[in-house]
């Protein structure tokens, strides 16, 4: 099969587009997973909005869970683009066949461990009386289908870091399409309610996953899945690497977590639960910010990783500064469609006017300082696909540890819906210092490289 991008030659602008439009289309299509989901069971009959809160106490945990996918994706997938750069395609081999088995074996770890924990967790994670039914319902059914989500998710990367970007999109269409389709069916069709909405998702990632595996396991594909080079030293240096993606996006959820922990206890059962609902919507804007914008950052982490491997350091230059304006770009277009498209957002999820209105508001206050995000993202990304961990995981706790102090202080000073604006604090400051980091180590990061390479 014929490779879409040359990650060496071709015109490295060109390139960067290539492979940035169809990751961040192909995260922005994953976002539907849960979007969808959410819409029709916003819109159940008298359980709506109820049922919307319990899903979105699920949300965070369930995301994390799928953020071990990125742990070993994007932990393997510059690996074996810097391999490959180098002209070592046994060694590539190798990496994905590690990569394969660690997803299958951490994929079952997770799935028992999960089930066994999920009702204190559910509770603890801001799961009230009222809404605990249709939390615990949604996830029982959903962890179920770990594995697939995980090798759909995982083994991707690997399709898009050879250079295929449109067939990595295709994986992610297909899932989404099925689940548009199946969704409505289960959860109105044979009135399975939110276990239908989980059951939908369930499958429609196995059909995700049998096409990510059916061409990585194919003859025509240049890098496939095999069965041999197993090695406790390439697992390591992936999860090395990919720690860094791994615990921003465990992380992350760990915000949503706190975030429906923190309206919960300090709004009350009743009220809590709204601002739950409400928060749930604004969430789910913001997974379609931050998701499409990860896709172009952690997306076009091949193109940096196999230049930087070759030692092309110009090249690596020149990407870093498309992929920059392209976040940018995006986050500023997402800033642009929050203030003026919310209220059609969220009349996707709700038709209650009190809920409406301040889910638009939660919508409004989260992505004040979107802007500035794309900066982060690629700057963290950037410095991951090149190898330096030791620097993109400090700029990413730095930002979460500004978001947990400011939600927890807000609550005790101000009314609990301030609590929202912990999103947009976070998101001016981190950056900044973010930017100077990079501007302080880059050269010598790159210097380093076209010495050795």
Known sequence: MRIENDLGKDNIHKIVWRIAIPSMLAQFVSVLYSIVDRMYIGHIAEIGNLALGGVGVCGPIVTMAGSFAFLVGIGGSPLMSMRLGEGNKKEAERIVANCFMLLCAISVVLTFVLLLIKDPMLRTFGASDAIFPYADAYFTVYICGTIFALLATGMNQFIISQGFAKIGMISVVIGAIANIILDPVFIFGLNMGVEGAALATVLSQVASCAFVLRFLFGEFTPVRITFRGYSLKIVGRVLLLGFTPFIIIAVDNLMMIALNTVLQNYGGPENGDILITCGTIAQSFMLVVTMPLGGISSGTQTILAFNYGAGQIDRVLQAQKTILKLCVGFTTLMFIVARFASPLFVHLFTTDPVIAEKAVWSIHVFTLAII????????????????????????????????????????????????????AISDIIPPLVSVLVYLLTIKKILNRRRVTA
């Open 372 to 423: 500035p995000l794309g900066i982060q993202y690629e700057i963290v990304d950037g410095f991951t696909a090149l190898g330096h961990v030791e620097l993109a995981l400090p700029l990413s706790f730095f930002r979460k540890l500004v978001y947990f102090v400011v939600l927890f202080i807000i609550p005790l000073f101000m009314p609990v819906e301030n609590v929202f604006y912990a999103e």
